[in-house]
């Protein structure tokens, strides 16, 4: 099925360094949502974006949905160490698309204390 | 903890065969979401189901079949398995209709086939 292009693969970064990561895909979707998972678990949500434009903050964490409804970017300001983990971006297309999700491939975080 | 349980926790089973995932979504919430996760193909989004009716469809084979319960727990089912079946399978759960409640992962269910 459809991916969408998720970069970087990995970042290795030092603690209180600012983290940036996007996702781009070849269709237009009505919803941009960026996940968390660590090992062992499910993904958690971390940010949900309605709007083309919007910009959205949970915490350190800052999310925007592009302007042209094919990108979104998620920032991560003075990360700490427990920010490790693989981060998904996820789109959602409209009903023509049966209301489907597709995922990035994610990225992978290590924070060097 | 989610408050999503998933059962069993780890299956290992033959080509060929045929198995059952159960999924118990959190109190209150009405639907439920699978996913196949693998190392090669990442996360995919199978279906969803929103109390007792299906919602939204993924990449989901004909192999597979799902269906979500009166009581609201769902069980996904996986036949003719092939050794590429082999991967994390999770269930979600949440409040409402839209893909963009929060969706509570559950622990979920290694497949193996060998």
């Known amino acids: 099925g459809q991916q969408l292009n998720q970069s970087p693969q990995s970042m290795f970064i030092q603690e209180g360094e600012d983290v940036s990561m996007n996702c781009t895909s070849s269709?237009?979707?009505?919803?941009w949502l960026w996940y968390k998972q660590e090992p062992g678990e499910g993904p958690v949500l971390l940010i949900a974006?309605?709007?083309?434009?919007e910009l959205t903050s949970n915490g350190r964490l800052t999310a925007q949905f592009g302007i042209t409804r094919k990108d979104s970017f998620l920032n991560i300001s003075a990360s700490i160490p427990s920010d490790v983990g693989i981060y998904f971006c996820a789109g959602q297309g409209g009903p023509n698309t049966g209301n489907q999700f597709y995922f990035g491939t994610g990225t992978s975080l290590t924070v060097i204390p | 903890d989610s408050g999503v349980t998933q059962t069993p926790k780890h299956l290992i089973t033959a080509t060929g065969q045929r198995v059952t995932l159960r999924c118990s979504p959190r109190s209150g919430d009405l639907s439920v979401y699978w996913y196949q996760q693998s190392l090669d193909q990442g996360l995919q989004f199978l279906i969803q189901y929103y109390n007792g009716e299906e919602r939204a469809k993924g990449n989901i084979l004909e192999r597979f079949s799902a269906q979500q319960f009166p009581d609201l727990h769902s069980e996904l089912n996986l036949s003719s398995l092939e050794l590429g079946d082999s991967a994390l399978y999770f269930c979600?759960?949440?409040?409402?209709?839209?893909?963009?409640?929060?969706?509570?992962f559950g622990p979920g269910t290694r497949l193996t086939v060998l």
């Open positions: 979600a759960s949440s409040v409402g209709i839209v893909g963009t409640d929060t969706q509570y």
């Open positions: 269709s237009i979707f009505n919803t």
């Open positions: 974006l309605y709007k083309a434009g």
